[in-house]
């Protein structure tokens, strides 16, 4: 099974990125955008706008028994119903996280992330690094991220492709029984939901 890069990425890429660096260098050669305003733009829909929307389906899962079990079995159509779809995530799939098992989540070969619930991918996950060690030494990779499992919880890595994108639903943290679902979708960090981290047990300030 071939990994699938019809898309704009792998040897492709160096094509495209060398078009949008020009592109750049030359807005703001003449003074049209400000690189540091660029940059902002980029973190905003890489941390705060882009993972809000796969956060919002994961703390519906954690409320609702009936919608989970939906989610697992056909991920793509249960996140268009929150009207999260479009290019790179056409088909999706979604992997629980339990205390036996913590999934996550890489590509391989390029970059591919599911851009409808995630938002931007981040730098690291675009790099060498990465790509290659979240499959030879995933438990080292998970404990650099500060994610630190038993011995007897078995990591599973999904290689995600232009074909079939992931998502991670983390596990519900403890103690968050009188939380409502917004606030719940609070505790659901971009980072859990690549399988890098888990949620966390109080909303970011
Ligand atoms: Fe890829």
């Given amino acids: 099974m071939s990994h699938d890069h019809s898309h704009e990425e792998g040897s492709a890429l160096s094509d495209t990125a060398l078009r949008v660096k020009a592109l750049e260098s030359l807005l703001v050669e003449k003074g049209y955008v400000d690189p540091a305003a660029l940059d902002q733009l980029i973190d905003i829909y890489e941390n705060k706008v882009g993972p809000r929307n796969g956060a919002a389906v994961i703390a519906r899962a954690w409320v609702d028994p009936e919608f989970k079990v939906r989610l697992l079995e056909d991920a793509t159509n249960c996140i268009k119903e929150f009207g999260f779809e479009g290019r790179q995530g056409e ?27 995630l938002g931007l991918p ?6 060498a690094p990465y790509r290659s060690r979240a499959v030879s030494e995933p438990r080292a990779v998970l404990g650099e991220f500060g994610v630190k499992l038993g011995d007897d919880v078995e990591v599973r890595v ?11 639903l983390p596990m519900r943290p403890e103690n968050t029984e009188d939380l409502s679902e917004e606030e719940l979708a609070l505790l659901v960090s971009r980072d859990s939901m690549i399988g890098t981290g888990i949620a966390l047990t109080e909303a970011p300030s």
């Avoid at 981040?122 to 790099?127: H, L, Q, S």
């Fill in 158 to 168: 999904w290689d995600s492709t232009a074909e079939l994108r992931y998502l991670i």
């Fill in 122 to 127: 981040p730098v690291w996950y675009k790099a």
């Fill in 91 to 117: 088909h999706m799939e979604v992997k629980e996280n339990t205390p036996q098992i913590h999934n996550m989540v890489v590509c391989t070969l390029c970059s591919c992330y599911p851009w409808p619930v």
